[in-house]
């Protein structure tokens, strides 16, 4: 404290105006390099999708023509992406109840400080290490038609599964691997909810008589509402652009059924050299996870407020 | 009740991994037999994983290896003196710069891409190591900046203000005085970047571009697995030297790295 009260009396106003330009100059060369980068290829790209969803860019012509709103009117009535917003919707969906249910479930089960509780959390964590790319390939060795598992169902005596072969099941094992994989995030962000719970609320509720479910339901559920909401956008968020698995469980198959929309904006763009088209989708796409996840928010807060009141 | 269930759910976790690591030491014959049982084990097909013309496993690690080192040193060198800057300086312009910042957090991805490609023909770096490990590192600026300025705003400003009565500069300041401080905000943001550069699928795939030649772990595997999907004396091997060294270095770091990778899942 002296230190700055004193400083002024000490420098002279000639004084002083030296160091600060100089220190100006320091303080741009701290800030301006992380600054210039992040405008030309962060800042600048964003602008640049909105510029090349409305022009024809292939990826090679230096100047694309410019096209209007003609991708957004193409894409409204594109079959393949409507299928594929479905197939991305529903993946979400499901997925998010999946990861939420399991990861709050689990995060119940291994809560509290033990060996086997961090051995726990470590397995079910692990997945997650992995790219999405080698988990994809790893469970289409398992469960493809002459995977691990059909293996071993053939040799006694049964049918075939057609885990990755007939659509509904692929979307459906699609569903589950991304669960697989991920629920342990979920795990440790609702182990972490859990910690802020009032342990005094609990102890009360258990004195008056409430059972685990009840105790379950109206003190520890209610406490963990803002972690809930936080699971739940982040899961919809992660899994609105499924893009990895896809291409190494099913690569879009079969017949192109289990493409989601990021599968769709990547291949439109880069193998039909069509990147105008798929700006358009990804802005779409863009578009549609701020909504959802502003939805959530919106509605879990409301939620809230009436668990409050 | 619990704990028959929790080892149920172990199991159910740790099978694939078992699966993994067991048929990448057999032959194709024995794979289709018996894919779950231990029998005529051999390192005949990891050999050959080792040396698959599609995909040259060790220049793979080097490649990967080499862009975890660029993307964390360079990431360091450009968030921290910035953050620093926008921690300990009360002006308005730098505030705003930091909700700037944070603006990039919520951008996704997908949309980049496309755009990137432009920006990066446009500067002569598309195809290029340079291009790739500058945009990666523009990746990790957001939430790096975010992590140091929230971490150095714990550090008491005295002991800036001691080094400059000492006669230390600013740049000496921040990074004899300030930056040897910043240890575990540094640690947790080089295990995220460390893990989304090494599994990273999507940008090196078009930023590098077959073309280049140049494969990272993830871009290898694809090339070396998508076509033979159904050679498990490929995908196996192949698979599971992928991953070796990132579930080594999950094993020995776990504590660092859940907590590391969970900061990083809320940062959207």
Redesign the interface.
């Known amino acids: 404290m002296t230190?700055?009260r004193e400083a002024p009396l000490v420098t002279t106003p000639v004084v002083r105006r030296k160091p600060r330009t100089?220190?100006g100059w320091?303080?741009a060369?701290?800030?301006a390099?992380?600054?210039v980068?992040?405008i030309?290829?962060?800042?600048?790209?964003?602008?640049?999708?909105l510029y090349?969803s409305l022009t024809d860019?292939d990826?090679f012509s230096a100047n694309p023509a410019f096209v209007g709103a003609a991708n957004y009117v193409n894409l409204l009535d594109d079959p393949e992406l409507r299928r594929a917003a479905l197939v991305t919707l529903l993946v979400a969906a499901a997925g998010t109840a999946g990861l939420n249910l399991l990861g709050l479930g689990?995060a119940l089960?291994?809560n509290g400080v033990s060996r086997?509780n961090t051995?726990?959390?470590?397995?079910?964590?692990?997945?997650?290490?992995?790219?999405?790319?080698?988990v994809g390939?790893?469970?289409?060795?398992?469960l493809?038609t002459?995977?691990?598992v059909n293996?071993?169902v053939t040799t006694w005596g049964g049918e075939v599964l057609p885990f990755l072969s007939d659509p509904t099941w692929a979307t459906i094992t699609m569903i589950a691997v991304l669960v697989?994989a991920g629920f342990g995030?979920n795990v440790?962000?609702y182990l972490?909810g859990l910690q802020a719970v009032p342990h005094s609320l609990i102890e009360a509720a258990r004195i008056d008589g409430a059972t685990r479910l009840q105790v379950f339901r109206n003190v520890t559920l209610p406490a963990l509402g803002p972690s809930v909401t936080?699971n739940i956008v982040?899961s919809l968020?992660?899994l609105l652009?499924t893009?990895?698995l896809v291409?190494?469980l099913t690569?879009g198959g079969p017949a192109g059924q289990t493409q989601t929309v990021?599968y769709l904006?990547?291949w439109n763009?880069?193998h039909d050299a069509r990147?105008g088209f798929?700006?358009a989708q990804?802005?779409l796409?863009?578009l549609v996870?701020?909504a959802l996840a502003f939805v959530v928010t919106r509605l879990r807060r409301r939620g809230e407020l009436a668990v409050h009141q | 009740m619990r704990k028959p269930f929790l080892w149920a759910t172990v199991a159910f976790m740790l099978i694939p991994l078992y699966v993994l690591t067991v048929n990448a030491f057999k032959d194709q014959q024995d794979i289709l037999a018996n894919p779950f049982g231990l029998g005529g084990l051999t390192l005949e097909p990891l050999g050959r994983a080792l040396t698959n013309p599609q995909f040259n496993v060790v220049k793979g690690y080097a490649v990967t290896l080499l862009f975890v080192v660029s993307v964390n040193l360079l990431s360091v060198v450009l968030a921290a003196p910035a953050a620093y800057v926008i921690a300990r300086s009360p002006k308005r312009r730098f505030r705003v710069l930091m909700l700037f910042f944070l603006a990039g957090t919520f951008i996704p991805g997908q949309v980049l891409v496309i755009p990137v490609v432009y920006v990066l023909k446009t500067l002569g770096l598309m195809g290029t190591i340079r291009g790739f490990v500058l945009f990666e590192t523009v990746l990790t600026l957001p939430f790096s900046i975010f992590l140091y300025a929230g971490y150095i705003a714990t550090v008491p400003a005295v002991l800036d203000q001691a080094a400059a009565v000492d006669g230390a500069g600013r740049l000496r300041t921040f990074w004899q005085i300030v930056f040897p401080l910043m240890r575990p905000a540094v640690a947790t943001m080089v295990i995220l970047n460390t893990f989304s550069v090494w599994n990273d699928f999507v940008n090196p795939q078009i930023i590098l571009g077959p073309g280049s030649g140049l494969y990272t772990v993830t871009t290898g595997v694809y090339a070396a697995v998508s076509q033979y999907s159904t050679d498990y004396t490929v995908v196996f091997p192949t698979l599971l030297l992928a991953i070796a060294p990132l579930l080594v270095f999950f094993v020995f770091m776990q504590r660092h790295i859940i907590s590391g990778l969970t900061a990083g899942a809320t940062k959207g």
Do not use: E
């Open positions: 230190l700055t100089r220190d320091v303080t060369i701290m800030v390099p992380a600054t980068l992040y030309v290829m962060l800042i600048v790209p964003v602008g640049l999708a090349l860019w990826g689990f089960l291994v086997a051995f726990f959390r470590i397995v079910l964590f692990y997945p997650h290490v992995l790219s999405a790319l080698v390939f790893l469970w289409s060795a398992i493809g002459t995977g691990a293996n071993l697989w995030v440790v962000l972490a936080v982040l968020v992660t652009k893009y990895d291409v190494s690569a990021a904006i990547l763009s880069f990147l798929g700006s990804s802005v796409l863009m996870t701020a």
